[in-house]
Structure formats: structure tokens, C-alpha cells
């Protein structure tokens, strides 16, 4: 299985972020497969953003929730994420992954993408 | 939400020494469904340990997690040099937010 960030690298405060995670090696629609956003500010820790199954079921950080939106495209086999109203603080590295089959830790990583909030 | 915490920030020591790294939480983490993760840099992060104790698939057995409740411990027995990064604790009982710690950097002394 492997996943592939791709989206803007660079977006301009109070703007949205768009990104986008292509998975290959296998269907997004099988199993029972949870598929997140995590993100790293630069030299800071991890935080997970939320996650979408391919049945469309959905559940954010709180912390982001008025902000985020996270689709999935079965016809395409990728999924994606939009955060909305973005500052300087939005600025890290963008990471997708997938879930284990039954709990909610990360067995496959994509390699991550920087996006940078500047003007 | 469950938050964590992790020490030491920083672990000098020589390859062939032993790890003791730390992850404490605000709260029980029911089912001892802790995680850990190593990161290199440049790097996504890399599963080691779920369910506090179990190692990925590929995980040598150097690498050990144990404890439960808000107390764990990943051990690595003698440090390879590929072993030198950055690991996270990462805690996915009960509801979301999933959370991690805020890491433990094992460096060469």
C-alpha cells in the first residue's frame, strides 16, 4: 500500500488549504479502514487532524472542527482534506495514512507534504 | 482528551546502550491501546509498538513496549545506530481526539 500527498505548497492567510492523498495498492472502498490527516509544524510534535471512511463517515479534532473537511473520491481511490481560514500557525507538514483494519493507530504513511501560510 | 506527556525530552548515549523511554497520561488509556512511533528526519513516522506491548510487523525485538493504565515504557535493549531519531507516544482508547507526546529524542553521546 503506499499513499501520496499532493496539493499547494503555498497558501495565503485567511485562505484554504487544499490537499489531496492518492492511495495505491489497494481500495480505499475495502475493509474496514479508517484514512487520516496528520500534520507537524516545523520541529514540533504530531497532531491528528481527522479521519473519513469510504462510506463518508467523518470525524475531526475538535480543536480544527470549524475548519476542516475531509472528503473521499472512491472513483479516484483518494481522499482529501480542506482547512479553511488558514494562518501562519496552519503552516507544517501534511501527512496521510490509514488506520489499522480495528483500532485507530497508523500502520502506512505517505511521505508528507510542507505547506507553507505566507503572504 | 487524553493529554500525554513523555521524558526525557532528550536521551544521549552510545550505541549498545539500553533506552528507557517514558510515556505518562492525564488519564487511564483504556485497553492499553498506546502506540509508539519512530521518526527519522526528513521522514514520516514509523509504527513500532500497538496495544502497549505488541511489535509491528518488521519491528525487531530489541524494541520493547510494556506498562498500562497512564504509565508506559518503550525499551530499546542495545541501540543500533539506525535506532537514533525521534519517538512518540500516541494514545487511541475510547473517543477522539487520538493524541500523541510530544516526543523523546535518543541521540548519540
Known amino acids: 500500500l503506499q499513499l501520496q500527498e499532493s496539493g499547494s505548497g503555498l497558501v495565503k492567510p485567511s485562505q484554504t488549504l487544499s490537499l489531496t492523498c492518492a492511495v495505491s495498492?489497494?481500495?480505499?472502498?475495502?475493509?474496514?479502514?479508517?484514512w487520516s490527516w496528520i500534520r507537524q509544524p516545523p520541529g514540533k510534535g504530531l497532531e491528528w487532524i481527522g479521519y473519513?471512511?469510504?462510506?463518508?463517515?467523518?470525524y475531526y479534532n475538535p480543536s480544527l472542527k470549524s475548519r476542516v473537511t475531509i472528503s473521499v473520491d472512491r472513483s479516484k481511490n483518494q481522499f482529501s482534506l480542506n482547512l479553511s481560514s488558514v494562518t501562519a500557525a496552519d503552516t507544517a507538514v501534511y501527512y496521510c495514512a490509514r488506520g489499522h483494519e480495528y483500532y485507530d493507530f497508523w500502520t502506512a504513511w505517505g511521505k508528507g507534504t510542507t505547506v507553507t501560510v505566507s503572504s | 482528551e487524553i493529554v500525554l506527556t513523555q521524558s526525557p525530552g532528550t536521551l544521549s548515549l552510545s550505541p549498545g546502550e539500553r533506552a528507557t523511554l517514558s510515556c505518562r497520561a492525564s488519564?487511564?488509556?483504556?485497553?492499553?491501546?498506546l502506540a509508539w512511533y519512530q521518526q527519522k528526519p526528513g521522514q514520516a513516522p514509523r509504527l513500532l509498538i500497538y496495544?502497549?506491548?505488541s511489535r509491528a510487523t518488521g519491528i525487531p525485538d530489541r524494541f520493547r513496549g510494556s506498562g498500562s493504565g497512564t504509565d508506559f515504557t518503550l525499551t530499546i535493549s542495545r541501540l543500533d545506530p539506525e535506532d537514533f531519531a525521534v519517538y512518540y507516544c500516541?494514545?487511541?482508547?475510547?473517543?477522539?481526539?487520538?493524541?500523541f507526546g510530544p516526543g523523546t529524542k535518543v541521540d548519540i553521546k
Open positions: 495498492g489497494g481500495s480505499i472502498s475495502s475493509g474496514g479502514y479508517s
Open positions: 496495544g502497549a506491548s
Open positions: 500516541q494514545q487511541y482508547g475510547g473517543s477522539p481526539p487520538f493524541t
Open positions: 473519513i471512511y469510504h462510506s463518508g463517515n467523518t
Open positions: 488519564q487511564s488509556v483504556s485497553s492499553s491501546y
